[in-house]
């Protein structure tokens, strides 16, 4: 009972001390308006601190190149018109199932790979994240990742300096926004790229990369720990069974649009998706994604 107890005040101390310390980084950030000031919430201030390791000047460091980066790539006023066409073959998606958890899941596929510009690939990814976000339930900041590795070849690869430049958006810019990243069954051919890129990543997002090959036990005893097998896709070991329609997809987002728009309090005519292209501006029909695993 005592160590029950003591526990609890211990608990109570370092919450208290969190609380501070996000107050504390809230104040050196000075006065903010508009999106930053939008986008500086608590729990974000939270993660950012977590990603230092509760250092407020580093966090506040992170944090600023953040603010700048917001305001000049403007992940939040990306739409799916824009980078429909990077997403025809369904080479990132999100799923219309949860983990156990609750968290959004997004499932990518690069040997799916339909286009040679970085540039879009990343501006297709970083609109899919916002759009994890956006969907997250009321209490959970956090999103899963299911990579299949199905039909990966030299020609569909991604560049490292193209990883790179993702893993850095990832851990600059979204910290603490990935759950976990399960890599299922990746091939030989993958092997060499991860022994680069693992580099690229810090540790605590490497402590998040999880392999997974169905013949292991162990690690797929990991991944339905995660997930439910009767959601799971059969390309991952699961039950379900995974077809990606761009069309519905593309309505589904546009749809989003809208939320992030009434979100972030900017106008944005919502505009009919046919085949992932804009036609006329006519609002679209919702789409309701399956509810989260029980």
């Known amino acids: 009972m005592f160590r029950r107890k003591h526990s609890q005040n211990h608990q109570e101390n370092d919450s208290l001390q969190q609380d501070a310390k996000v107050s504390e980084l809230k104040a050196a950030l000075g006065p903010l308006s508009g999106r930053s000031l939008q986008y500086c919430t608590d729990a974000c201030l939270r993660r950012y601190l977590v990603a230092r390791n509760w250092n407020v000047d580093k966090s506040k460091k992170m944090l600023e190149e953040t603010l700048k980066w917001r305001s000049t790539y403007k992940p939040e006023e990306i739409r799916w018109h824009e980078v429909a066409h990077e997403g025809e073959t369904g080479k990132v998606s999100r799923a219309n199932f949860h983990d156990r958890l609750g968290r959004t899941v997004l499932i990518m596929r690069p040997g799916m790979q339909n286009t040679n510009s970085p540039e879009n690939n990343i501006r297709h990814l970083v609109y899919l994240i916002e759009n994890a976000i956006l969907n997250l339930p009321e209490g959970q900041e956090q999103m899963a990742w299911l990579i299949d590795f199905t039909g990966l070849s030299l020609s569909t690869s991604i560049s490292v ?14 910290p603490e926004r990935l759950g976990i990243a399960f890599l299922y069954n990746p091939p030989r051919i993958f092997e060499a790229f991860w022994k680069v ?3 690229f990543l810090d540790p605590k997002t490497f402590q998040k ?12 005893e990991l991944m339905r720990s995660f997930f439910d097998v009767e959601n799971l896709p059969s390309e991952f070991g699961g039950k379900a069974t995974l077809k990606y329609d761009h069309e519905e997809f ?10 992030a728009a009434n979100f972030w309090g900017f106008d944005s005519k919502p505009c009919h998706v046919t085949n992932g292209y804009s036609g006329a501006e006519v609002a679209p029909e919702a789409v309701p994604l399956a509810p989260p695993a029980s």
């Open 197 to 199: 890129v693992k580099y």
């Open 209 to 220: 990369v999880k392999f997974v090959y169905p013949k292991n036990k162990d690690s797929v």
């Open 161 to 174: 300096k193209t990883a790179r430049d993702i893993i850095n958006i990832l851990q600059n810019h979204y």
């Open 250 to 259: 593309s309505r589904m987002m546009a749809q989003d649009d809208v939320k």
